[in-house]
């Protein structure tokens, strides 16, 4: 008998700190908390499996990647079809309405999915692809573009480029309209739609039909300034979302340096060691003043660096952070007026909340037309998070605006 209590003890506090380990405290301004808690308890307890394959000498992150990776299945009464196929050496999967008539043409987007340009596929990604295309009448071209740390920048960017110049210059042949084309990408994907914007507005794409949408999904946008009060404020154990300021910057540094993201700690980048004076002073330090944000959304802000300017770190990393392939926020001012029309949408539990404000004043100031939809009370990713009734709402505010603007 006095084992069995003893049993019952042990058992009872490894419940507790099992719980006590999944729990995320939810602020009150939560959209949705229960569904909140409940989808940060399933991620919280895939990233303590992932810790566990660590401990027991697998490499956690490459295991998850590969489950993450498993074809999904589809539903044969689906009203969406697929059909996997290269693009200039690009892989990519092209959907569209089962059934689009012979000699209908429709508008298209690209799409870059999301995941730290680390994680993420066409198959990841599956399930979101099909819900956009049932409920907008198109074609979705979501491209697998090379992940890091294996293929660092300009690898993922330019694959992406190269996929859709490859759609744009052969649309007829996929039954789309070539002046209907745009892209879009959540986070990272945000990150790429926008990067991939900009580089067509370049000198060698002259002859390509010109983009006519972005739509940036809560998107990673600047690696200049970690210490924005979005930053600031979600860093940590206690984010309520599944995307930390911590985690952030060491995706970011993968996707800069591949294998040598060691070679920087991203601690430094969040404690603002590589704002020297010369960054500070830069036009780009204008691009990420607080000052464009609304003034409640500005609280837990700290001044720029805190610590004394680590040159070295500093000349490191700017040849790679300032590149606007890379931080796409950066960009001079002709290639933020020749973005196409844009969709922004920022959720205000997410690190890059701020990336997405400063973007959209960016953009209008060059007189692009923004429609930014700002999610408060929801965190990072949440669109494909289908228990939550915001993901079902943002997918058809999407899909209202590309019905008039695409
Ligand atoms: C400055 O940054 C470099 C590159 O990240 C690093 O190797 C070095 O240790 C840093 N120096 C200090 C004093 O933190």
């Known amino acids: ?74 539903d044969p009464s689906d009203t969406v079809t697929s059909v996997d196929e290269t693009f200039d050496g690009v892989d990519v999967r092209v959907y569209r309405p089962k059934d689009q008539g012979k000699d209908e043409i429709l508008p298209a987007l690209v799409f870059f999915h999301g995941g730290g340009w680390v994680f993420g596929s066409r198959d990841s990604h599956d399930p979101l692809m099909r819900r956009f295309v049932r409920k907008k009448r198109m074609v979705v071209v979501s491209v697998e573009y090379r992940l890091a740390p294996e293929f660092r920048f300009p690898v993922p960017a330019e ?59 809560y998107p990673a946008l600047q690696a200049f300034q970690f210490r924005s009060p979005a930053y600031v404020k979600y860093a940590g154990s206690s984010v309520p979302g599944l995307l930390n300021a911590e985690r952030m910057s060491e995706f970011w540094l993968r996707y800069a340096y591949g294998h040598d993201y060691l070679k920087v700690n991203h601690l430094d980048l969040l404690a603002g060691k590589h704002l020297t004076e010369e960054w500070l002073n830069s036009k780009e330090a204008s691009y990420v003043d607080v000052k464009h944000l609304p003034q409640k959304l500005r609280e837990g802000y700290a001044t720029s660096a805190n610590s004394v300017p680590n040159v070295t770190l500093s000349t490191f990393v700017k040849p790679v952070f300032l590149n606007p392939l890379f931080s796409p926020l950066l960009a001079d001012d002709e290639k933020i007026r020749g973005s196409p029309s844009t969709y922004m949408l920022t959720a205000e539990f997410d690190p890059l909340r701020d990336d997405g404000f400063y973007m959209t004043k960016r953009l209008r100031e060059m007189n ?9 009370g929801m965190d990072h990713g949440y669109l494909s998070v289908f228990s939550y009734q915001n993901s079902v709402k943002a997918v058809t505010e999407i899909c209202n605006y590309l019905d008039k603007s695409l």
């Not at 660590?54 to 990776?69: A, I, N």
């Open 368 to 376: 692009v037309a923004v429609e930014h939809r700002h999610f408060t």
């Open 159 to 217: 694959d992406c480029i190269t996929a859709t110049r490859y759609f744009l210059r052969h649309s007829k042949k996929y039954q789309v309209d070539p002046k209907r084309i745009g892209v879009m990408g959540d986070s990272a994907g945000g990150n790429l739609a926008a990067a991939v914007s900009q580089a067509l507005t370049g000198p060698d794409f002259t002859d390509l039909p010109k983009l006519k949408v972005q739509v940036l999904i």
């Open 1 to 74: 008998m006095g084992k069995l209590k003893t049993l019952g003890v042990i058992l009872s506090v490894a419940l507790a700190v099992l719980a006590y380990c999944l729990y995320t405290p939810m602020p009150p301004e939560a959209e949705e908390p229960f569904q909140q808690m409940k989808f940060l308890a399933k991620f919280k307890s895939i990233m303590g499996f992932v810790s566990l394959l660590d401990m027991v000498g697998l490499d956690g992150m490459d295991t998850f990647r590969k489950l993450r990776s498993t074809k999904p299945v589809v």
